[in-house]
């Protein structure tokens, strides 16, 4: 099955299919991490030492699983650099932006039930709407990375255009009671700024 090639087809849109037949997804692990389906092995920290990262298709169950703790991490520079961030977490995963329904679908599935998420995105709109997704996903399993000098990179780093930018999803987030989100909320709410990960970085 091929989505994608069969959209042009039809409509001359590969877009118009929505998905693709896989996706790659980039794991940079540590810890002695191993993902592990039907009896195979796959040494994610032992590739991500070797290699700088591990990957692998994500397509249809049985899905990969392991245990540990993951950070989700929406930004490039920050999953190739994710050690600067000081994260405590087994291994980081590219979101790549926004987290596809595949990619949910995996990290909901029985196969990673003995996982624990960490979402590492942007603090801003479309940072928590994401991390609001995982925690719809995965439940109380789902974690917002939150630093605890958080108030002083808004009022020192933070950025106007990321809440013009994404107004209406702003608006919708003001509805959500969860805790983790609503700290940061209020910090944009404050400073009328958003804030980049990549801050995190700098130490």
């Known amino acids: 099955d091929m989505p994608r090639a069969t959209a042009v087809s039809y409509y001359r ?16 692990a540590f810890n002695k991490m191993v993902f592990e389906r039907k009896g195979e092995s796959l040494p994610v920290a032992e590739l991500s030492k ?21 950070a ?8 190739l650099c994710f050690e ?5 977490a087994d291994a980081a995963v590219y979101a790549g932006g926004k987290m596809s329904g595949r990619m949910l679908a995996w990290f909901a599935s029985s196969e990673m039930s003995r996982c624990s998420f960490l979402h590492c995105g942007d603090y ?21 990375h939150i630093p605890k000098n958080i108030d002083d990179l808004f009022k020192k780093y933070g950025k106007r255009e990321l809440l013009i930018d994404s107004e209406a999803v702003f608006r919708r987030l003001r509805a959500t009671n969860d805790p983790d989100a609503l700290c940061i ?8 700024t958003g804030l980049e990960q990549e801050i995190l970085l700098l130490g």
């Open 124 to 144: 801003d709109p479309v940072g928590i709407d994401e991390y609001l997704r995982l925690k719809e996903a995965c439940g109380a399993r789902a974690k917002l």
């Open 84 to 88: 600067k961030m000081k994260v405590a």
């Open 72 to 79: 989700i991490v929406e930004n490039l520079e920050p999953f």
């Open 13 to 28: 849109d590969a877009k118009a299919a929505g998905t693709t037949v896989a996706e790659p997804v980039l794991i940079r």
């Open 185 to 192: 909320i209020e910090q944009m709410n404050a400073c009328n």
């Open 50 to 70: 070797k290699y700088g990262v591990a990957a692998f298709l994500l397509n249809e169950p049985p899905f990969w699983g392991c245990s540990g703790t993951l």
